[in-house]
RNA sequence: GCCCCCAUCGUCUAGCGGCCUAGGACAUCGCCCUUUCAAGGCGACGGCGGGGAUUCGAAUUCCCCUGGGGGCACCA
């Protein structure tokens, strides 16, 4: 069976290479960008540049109560941080324009009329009451609410008149009976009967289009060959189908993926935690661990690998192997690449990283620090947010009596391997002695140590409470050189002047 | 209620009639490494929802059931 069903060839220049695949990422700007519209995004994305298509962005801003400019801003903003730039939309004009729904009413009308004009459409006068009443018995007979087309043989005379009458109208679609079919790129052949499919809006009486009919003139209009976008849509693609028909227009192919759920398997929702992409940002993710993970929930290019870099998952991507069944969002797993990403970074670049939540929770380091600072807590990140809790041990101002560990101190020979690092220190030289000259200096140590009979743990776990009041944190030779040789001694001689008043007292 | 979609370890998945004693990853647990916390290495635990049918042979094909998800608006 092929797998390449998506295949059309351009028959204008003799089918020489594959189409101009062209898909949008259409999101509402009512809000944030969702982790599941990202995904959406993502996977246009993935699959318009596997095909060295073109991704446009289209905003669906026909409610214009719920839809801000804003919103439109910061999803855009989002999308860019991701690394999902598309090639055509509001702000970069493709010549497929406007994009944003509220400017395309024009666009809109047309199309309404020649419907109107080819008996595709009719107005209906129905009020709200008399569809609601037709409803409620509809449900208690078992029956499928639908409309029963009332207004649908109303002579052009009678049209007339009560429109002359000042009445409110509607525009319905007249949906043709038969099926309707088409192919799924994800999910193969899917079929509807149009017994279950009413007559539906296509212009409100307040003037205003129906979604399913604008993503349809849009679609059309803008060239669109490929609809990939959330199951939730799979039921509005039969009436986007006959409308295609209807305006004798050619319809994209469709690829509709699954929904992200949350870990109880309900809709993932705000109850489940973070669930915009600006969230996941501002905590600390990295763009490409958002990325790897969210095209890796339900797609997987076979074999073992589970790290691809964006450029890596264009190569790779191939619709065929979206997953039919929902995925669950695991915060674990996402957490673990993140990790990794983080672990994988420069110490520099980490550095530039994490000096934000530094600044944020206080927590400023010296220029000498900064990349020392890095490198010692890095394995310890889970996200960036994660990184004052793991360096504010280089900062903080340290009370050794307040220490709950004190009594780490009062072992036989400490004050010798106190003095030992003091000693080997108090030569002088960088206040934050490269890493490598750390290790050095600690190696003298615990040789100088060794000659005296201590060894291991009686060397490093006085030395880490004497220098941080605690019994855990970064290695050692991060803490001697990340510290600073200055501070260092001081805790030196705090700590050996206290065991010294201890002694003789 | 009606329509549509889906169904492999707890989670994400590989698997497209024999390579399956079902592979990998996350999580969990254990061991190792280690001055601590991590990270890392090694290992363990753990799954084809149920029932029929087709076939020499079914996780893979078909049907039914069950379960989950989505949709049925003058929302998008």
Known sequence: MPRDRFRRETSEDGGSHMSDVRVRFAPSPTGTLHIGSARTALYNFLFARHHQGVMVLRVEDTDLKRSRREHEVSIIRDLHWLGLRADEGPDVDGGYGPYRQ???????????????????????????????????????????????????????????????????????????????????????????????????????????????????????????THVVRGEDHITNTARQLMLYRALDEPAPAYAHHSLILGPDGGKLSKRHGATSIGEFRDMGYLAGAVVNYLALLSWHPGGEREKFTLEELVAEFDMSRVSKSPAVFDLDKLNWLNGLYIREMGSAELSEQVRPYLHEEGIALAEGQRDIVSAAIQS????????????????????????????????????????????????????????????????????????????????????????????????????????GRSRILERLDAALTYLDERGSA
């Open 102 to 224: 509220s400017e395309r009413t024009a666009l809109y009308e047309d199309g309404v009329q020649r419907l109107l004009e080819t008996g595709w459409a009719y107005r209906c006068f129905c009020t709200q009451e008399r569809l609601d009443a037709l409803k409620r018995e509809q449900l208690a007979r078992g029956e499928m609410p639908k409309y029963d087309r009332l207004c649908l043989n109303q002579s052009l005379e009678t049209v007339r008149a009560r429109l002359r009458a000042g009445e409110e109208a509607t525009v319905r679609f007249k949906v043709p009976a038969g099926d309707v079919s088409f192919d799924d790129l994800i999910h193969g052949p899917i079929t509807f009967s149009a017994d279950v499919i009413g007559d539906f809006i296509l212009r409100r009486t307040d003037g205003g289009f129906a979604y399913n009919y604008a993503v349809v003139v849009d679609d059309a209009g803008m060239k669109i």
């Open 380 to 483: 310890n990140l889970v996200v960036l947010e994660d990184a004052p809790r793991y360096a504010r041990v280089f900062v903080e101002e340290l009370s050794l009596p307040a220490s709950v560990h004190l009594e780490v101190l009062h072992e036989e020979g400490v004050a010798g391997v106190l003095a030992l690092l003091r000693e080997a220190l108090a030569g002088g030289g960088d206040e934050y002695p490269p890493v490598e000259e750390a290790k050095a200096i600690l190696k003298q140590v615990a040789d100088a140590c060794k000659d005296k009979g201590i060894k291991g743990k009686a060397i490093y776990k006085p030395l880490r409470v004497a220098l941080t009041g605690l019994d855990q944190g970064p290695e050692l030779f991060y803490l001697v050189s990340g510290l």
